[in-house]
């Protein structure tokens, strides 16, 4: 199925992840938000449930290796062009996890990756809703007791 005008919504995975007080982004390399700071995820594929595409997504586009802690949310990302037709439609499941091992690294869809301190968010230009999946993801892992990295 074509990503662009595509004829159905197309089911992504985001993925918070922590090492300690910091979340790691990455640069997109690819449309939509093509040179934007974001989540690290991908699109889910046939026969993998969310979990298994947030960890594969995560070793393929930053080489680490993470603990799931749960769900999120889910956010439309519906974009238009500029005869009002429909160019991209994701419906992202945006899910938490803890850094385990690894150094972050750019692969596949990411053009580069960073670990920000929660504080230092505001010195990129983030997608509102991408502000608010990281602001919940604190929420429900500070509920949870991870503190730290710890294991799920």
């Known amino acids: 199925m074509t990503r662009e005008y595509p004829k159905h919504p197309l089911v992504g995975v985001g993925v ?4 300690d007080d910091t979340v790691l982004l990455i640069r997109r390399g690819k449309a939509p938000r093509k040179g934007q700071w ?3 995820g991908g699109l889910q594929e046939v026969g993998e449930t969310v979990f298994e595409a947030g960890h594969r997504e995560i070793r393929e ?3 680490l290796d993470i603990a799931i802690g ?3 949310d889910i956010v439309d990302s519906i974009e238009h062009d500029d005869d009002g037709l429909v ?9 938490w996890a803890v850094w385990l091992a690894g150094e972050a ?3 596949s869809d990411a053009a580069a990756v960073r670990w920000v ?3 230092a968010l505001n010195d990129y230009d983030l ?4 502000v608010r999946i990281i602001e919940a993801a604190a929420e429900q892992r500070a509920e949870a007791g991870h503190a730290r990295n710890q294991v799920l």
């Open 61 to 63: 586009e930053t080489g």
């Open 70 to 72: 749960g769900i999120i």
């Open 127 to 130: 997608w509102h809703e991408t």
């Open 105 to 107: 690294s750019a692969g």
């Open 16 to 19: 918070v992840v922590w090492r």
């Open 38 to 40: 974001s989540l690290p």
């Open 117 to 119: 301190h929660v504080n």
């Open 87 to 95: 160019r991209f439609h994701y419906t992202l499941i945006d899910i």
